[in-house]
């Protein structure tokens, strides 16, 4: 099932949702990009699938979850995004979207919120402090605040069953978001971003404790690996200390094994 396209038109028409038309407007209506999100995901996500979505924005990962087969649990703590996933997932019942942030432990956390771009609101405070006035980083501003409920990836799990891939995106928080991951997955990803280095090696050693062993990187939306291969979070951590500072973004894949 995809995204509700009578949903989505009165979304991008809605001025409550001003906020948000920029991301509606680049995350959907591309079947090009569609179509190459889902044969990324495909290594990942077979039919019947459970995937967990954490920081899922709009949800153009939950509509490439979705046509590829897997049932979606979509975690989102910004009520805009809320709204919008519920406007165009709420009517399929494969898809639960969950309004919390993922955390360390269930309670309630801070977040600090981009009016203007969204997508960038995190709940960690190093996170802001280290893009303020960074390359490539001008002119975003985190000028709201607001305190949200937090859930762990155990408690997804206890609730929603094992999934086969889990996708943390979450703005410099991937790390704290593990802290609440105890036992391994299949497969799942993390976001890095080159002004938080440390939040990824972090995440790298938490990934090897909790049984990965093989890791690869995709930057930004390249929707491609950059090595290829499955490498050890050795490599991955010197590839990633090395990057230049213009790479800005991007998602480490981890494997339990390497073939």
Wanted: glycine share 8%; charged share 20%.
């Amino acid at each position: 099932m995809t995204a509700d396209l009578a949903a989505l038109r009165r979304l991008r028409a809605e001025p409550g949702m001003s906020s948000l038309h920029r991301s509606l407007e680049y995350y959907y209506g591309d079947p090009a990009r569609d179509a190459a999100l889902d044969a990324f995901h495909a290594r990942f996500v077979s039919p019947g699938d459970l995937v967990l979505d954490i920081g899922a924005h709009v949800g153009d990962r939950v509509g490439s979850f979705r046509r590829l087969g897997a049932r979606v649990v979509a975690v989102e703590p910004q009520p805009l995004c809320v709204e919008a996933l519920h406007a165009l997932y709420g009517t399929d019942d494969e898809v639960t979207v969950v309004a919390a942030a993922c955390g360390a432990e269930p309670g309630r956390v801070r977040l600090y919120v981009n009016s203007a771009n969204p997508t960038v609101s995190t709940a960690s405070p190093e996170f802001v402090r280290a893009a303020d006035g960074a390359g490539g980083w001008e002119g975003q501003v985190w000028d709201g605040e607001l305190e949200v409920p937090t859930v762990t990836v155990d408690a997804l799990v206890a609730e929603h069953g094992t999934p086969a891939f889990v996708k943390i995106d979450v703005e410099g928080y991937e790390d704290v978001v593990l802290a609440g991951m105890s036992d391994p997955v299949p497969t799942m990803s993390f976001e890095f971003t080159t002004v938080e280095r440390a939040v990824a090696l972090r995440c790298l050693d938490r990934a090897t404790a909790l049984g990965f062993e093989g890791f690869d990187v995709s930057l930004g939306e390249s929707l491609s690996f950059a090595h290829g291969r499955w490498l050890p979070a050795s490599a991955i951590a010197a590839y990633l200390s090395e990057l230049p500072h213009e790479a800005n973004a991007g998602d480490v894949y981890c494997v339990p094994k390497i073939p």
